[in-house]
């Protein structure tokens, strides 16, 4: 069954009719341009075939009540009582949501409904902003405001930036909120624009999770955050993106060693990520392939966010007859890597790949081939 149906079914289970609305928004998995988006550089993710799903009707009280499937959990909040929690748990990105969506002075109308997800949660793939915007959709629903993409992505990345206190940058809540069905997403992380890129003819996507969860990733994220802030101010410039690699090339040497390493990574990643573009417009693979194989290197040399167990999983796709490139993809340190495969040989790639990553570290992966899916959306009535 679908989510869309099984979200459905509990819905009138519970409350005894159909819903009014159901909202979606997707996980995603990020091609190339890893660290940059903080750095007010660019990302080239896309929205996956997972996603989180909220069927509901419009409560006339101001308050919302959310039953999570997946938590086999109920909940409910005041919209004019939100409480912040030292703990947060699922229904606390419902209740960040909401307090951003109000801080932007939208009138909020309360709902009740059911959530149920596919993005694996704690993987990498962003189920958080999968969470987050299908919230932001769901009182869209039943709300009178505008649905504005790159508005309800800021939302969202304030909620979990100042009400969950994670300090993520943008692009995950973007690209859950803007993904286009089939393509990948240019998204300029300063100003916020977008623009669509194909995969190549003939390639499919591949999602690699090592099966190694992260740990003490939020603190090495922000020291690594801190680290390319602490460069930018070297050079006096905004953002690590402000810079030409060539102009570094020459001032490298002010840098001290890891220093120059955090920025290195930055710059040509940023360098990387607009290579890639083209290399999706003229449809070359072995390209966009390459590119990915040189972003691995340098996130796991100069920028030392990779981890055993990606190594292992990138260097058994990259091994691979049908592989174009993998690499490690999101924060890091453990979690999920993406290859580009040839679309035919992608179901022998993913049978290969686990056997041969199984052999390497006795971890057990999950590989799915997934497709480009559209951003968050009302896809019921
Ligand atoms: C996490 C963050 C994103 C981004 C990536 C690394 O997924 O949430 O904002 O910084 O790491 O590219």
């Given at each position: 069954?679908?989510l869309a149906?099984?979200?459905k079914?509990?819905?009138?289970?519970?409350?005894?009719?159909?819903?009014?609305?159901?909202?979606?928004?997707p996980g995603?998995?990020?091609?190339?341009?890893e660290?940059?988006?903080?750095?007010?550089?660019?990302?080239?993710?896309?929205?996956?075939?997972?996603a989180?799903?909220?069927?509901?009707?419009?409560r006339?009280d101001?308050?919302?009540?959310?039953?999570?499937?997946?938590?086999?959990?109920?909940?409910?909040?005041?919209?004019?009582?939100?409480?912040?929690?030292?703990?947060?748990?699922?229904?606390?990105y419902?209740v960040?949501?909401?307090?951003?969506?109000?801080a932007?002075?939208?009138?909020?109308?309360?709902?009740e409904?059911?959530?149920?997800?596919?993005?694996?949660?704690?993987?990498?793939?962003s189920?958080?902003?999968?969470?987050?915007?299908?919230?932001?959709?769901?009182?869209?629903?039943?709300?009178?405001?505008?649905w504005?993409?790159k508005?309800m992505?800021?939302?969202?990345?304030?909620?979990e930036?100042?009400?969950?206190?994670?300090?993520?940058?943008i692009?995950?809540?973007?690209i859950?909120?803007?993904g286009?069905?089939d393509?990948?997403?240019l998204?300029?992380?300063?100003?916020?624009?977008?623009?669509s890129?194909?995969?190549?003819?003939?390639t499919?996507?591949?999602?690699?999770?090592t099966?190694?969860?992260?740990?003490?990733?939020d603190?090495?994220?922000?020291?690594?955050?801190?680290?390319?802030?602490?460069?930018?101010?070297?050079?006096?410039?905004?953002?690590?993106?402000?810079?030409?690699?060539?102009?570094f090339?020459?001032?490298a040497?002010?840098?001290?060693?890891?220093s120059r390493?955090?920025?290195?990574?930055?710059?040509t990643?940023?360098?990387r990520?607009?290579?890639a573009?083209?290399?999706?417009?003229?449809?070359?693979?072995a390209?966009?392939?390459?590119?990915?194989?040189?972003?691995?290197?340098?996130?796991?040399?100069?920028?030392?966010?990779?981890?055993?167990?990606?190594?292992?999983?990138?260097?058994?796709?990259?091994?691979?007859?049908?592989?174009?490139?993998?690499?490690?993809?999101?924060?890091?340190?453990?979690?999920?890597?993406v290859?580009?495969?040839?679309?035919?040989?992608?179901?022998?790639?993913?049978?290969r790949?686990?056997?041969?990553?199984?052999?390497?570290?006795?971890?057990?992966?999950?590989?799915?081939?997934?497709?480009?899916?559209?951003?968050?959306?009302?896809v019921?009535?």
């Amino acid at each position: 069954m679908s989510l869309a149906n099984k979200v459905k079914e509990h819905f009138a289970a519970e409350f005894g009719e159909s819903p009014s609305f159901i909202a979606r928004a997707p996980g995603r998995v990020n091609l190339i341009g890893e660290h940059t988006d903080y750095n007010d550089g660019f990302v080239m993710p896309l929205a996956i075939d997972r996603a989180t799903f909220i069927a509901l009707r419009p409560r006339a009280d101001k308050r919302v009540l959310a039953i999570s499937l997946d938590m086999d959990d109920r909940r409910e909040f005041a919209l004019d009582d939100l409480q912040q929690s030292a703990a947060p748990a699922w229904i606390d990105y419902l209740v960040g949501v909401a307090w951003s969506l109000q801080a932007r002075g939208l009138v909020l109308r309360g709902w009740e409904g059911v959530v149920s997800g596919d993005v694996p949660i704690g993987a990498g793939l962003s189920s958080s902003a999968a969470l987050e915007l299908a919230t932001a959709r769901a009182f869209h629903c039943v709300s009178d405001f505008e649905w504005e993409a790159k508005r309800m992505a800021l939302a969202c990345q304030r909620a979990e930036n100042e009400w969950l206190g994670v300090n993520c940058g943008i692009m995950d809540q973007m690209i859950s909120a803007s993904g286009v069905h089939d393509r990948a997403l240019l998204i300029d992380c300063r100003s916020l624009e977008t623009s669509s890129a194909p995969l190549p003819p003939g390639t499919a996507v591949v999602i690699l999770d090592t099966g190694a969860r992260r740990g003490l990733v939020d603190s090495k994220y922000n020291e690594r955050r801190e680290q390319c802030e602490a460069a930018a101010r070297h050079f006096s410039i905004a953002a690590l993106r402000d810079i030409s690699s060539a102009e570094f090339m020459e001032r490298a040497h002010e840098l001290d060693e890891l220093s120059r390493a955090r920025a290195r990574h930055v710059i040509t990643e940023n360098e990387r990520t607009l290579q890639a573009r083209e290399a999706m417009h003229a449809g070359d693979a072995a390209a966009l392939g390459q590119l990915m194989i040189e972003s691995h290197i340098s996130l796991r040399d100069d920028f030392e966010v990779s981890s055993p167990a990606l190594d292992a999983i990138v260097n058994c796709a990259n091994a691979d007859q049908s592989c174009f490139g993998a690499r490690m993809t999101g924060a890091g340190f453990g979690g999920c890597a993406v290859a580009l495969v040839a679309a035919e040989g992608a179901p022998a790639f993913v049978k290969r790949v686990k056997a041969s990553y199984i052999a390497a570290t006795g971890n057990q992966p999950a590989l799915y081939i997934t497709r480009a899916s559209a951003g968050a959306e009302t896809v019921y009535p």
